[in-house]
């Protein structure tokens, strides 16, 4: 089905859409870091599943999960120079390529994740949508990730005075890095992979992740103390090569679009399920789950909103996002 070539220890996929035979199944890669079976995976098989099913068996996808592609920087790279075709990623990477991406990013922005629902779901969810063509990607779909909260090797956070001088993991993201900052920590940027062994090390003190991130990379093992600020309830985004996207005809163009929306409902269904398996997970574990002050979380956030709210679309978008009820 395909032509597999490696050059410098990559691989390079030349399926048979780019050779432009017709009528024959064409194979697509996908990435995600998370490992078999975690809801984002799982949204992005069922995808496939409707994509194959609805095109007749034409397309079918492949996910690679467990980062065997690379870690998200990579696949990003990847997926916008057309190695691969898709991507399931976390948005704060996308913070210095998508502007827009901005603002579904910055903490406390989101009320719940009914709010963050209903602010993907409608017309700002659709602008950030559009905002990533000119980077040479389509926005299929947003996915759950839940919220993400600090947990570290040292002791229970229960207010912004704890944070100061630890060292805590964070996306490659600056605003994650800003953010940590303000609370007087030290952010390290770090790929997902490494966050185990560094915190097992003492290289870092810990992380700040969602409940099935925390459970599934097993790092409840090495950091057992889960505080629950819930700075930020960053969705995820599945996307496309646009070059590979606009060569589909606009009958599978819809059908690609149809099958993305069709996935949130089992993805965020998935992730609910998940989220509660893994809180309880990660109690028999003897991680230790705390409240925090989360007031004072809020309210050491103006630097990071001053520094990277600054033009006129980013502001509008974020009184847009508070404005939705």
Avoid: C
């Amino acid at each position: 089905m395909r032509n597999v070539s490696k050059l410098f220890g990559s691989v390079v996929v030349v399926s048979l859409l780019t050779l432009g035979v017709a009528n024959a199944q064409t194979v697509l890669k996908s990435s995600d870091t998370h490992p078999d079976g975690y809801p984002t995976v799982e949204g992005v098989k069922y995808f496939g599943e409707l994509v194959k099913e609805r095109t007749g068996g034409r397309y079918a996808v492949e996910v690679y999960h467990s980062a065997q592609l690379g870690e998200e920087k990579d696949t990003i790279e990847q997926v916008r120079s057309g190695v691969i075709e898709l991507n399931r990623v976390s948005m704060a990477p996308f913070n210095g390529t998508v502007k827009e991406t901005i603002v579904p990013a910055l903490p406390y922005i989101f009320r719940s994740e009914e709010h963050m629902h209903k602010v993907m779901d409608g017309p700002i969810g659709d602008q950030i949508k559009a905002a990533f063509e000119p980077a040479g990607l389509v926005a299929l779909a947003f996915y759950d990730a839940g919220s993400r909260s600090f947990y570290n090797k040292q002791k229970a956070i229960k207010s912004v005075a704890d944070m100061k001088g630890m060292k805590f993991r964070v996306i490659q993201s600056d605003i994650f890095v800003d953010m940590v900052a303000a609370l007087g920590a030290n952010a390290t940027p770090m790929p997902y992979g490494e966050v185990y062994s560094s915190i097992e090390t003492g290289v870092i003190d810990g992380a700040e992740n969602n409940f099935p991130s925390y459970d599934t990379a097993k790092h409840a093992e090495v950091a057992k103390f889960y505080s629950l600020d819930q700075h930020t309830i960053l969705p995820e985004v599945f996307v496309m090569n646009k070059v590979a996207f606009d060569k589909l005809t606009p009958e599978d163009q819809a059908i690609f679009k149809q099958a993305a929306k069709d996935s949130v409902a089992k993805q965020r269904e998935l992730w609910a399920a998940k989220s509660e398996e893994s809180r309880a997970n990660v109690a028999k574990v003897g991680s230790e789950v705390n409240e925090v002050e989360k007031q004072g979380f809020m309210d050491a956030m103006k630097p990071v909103y001053d520094k990277h709210v600054t033009d006129d679309v980013l502001k509008k978008m974020v009184a847009d996002v508070q404005a939705v009820q």
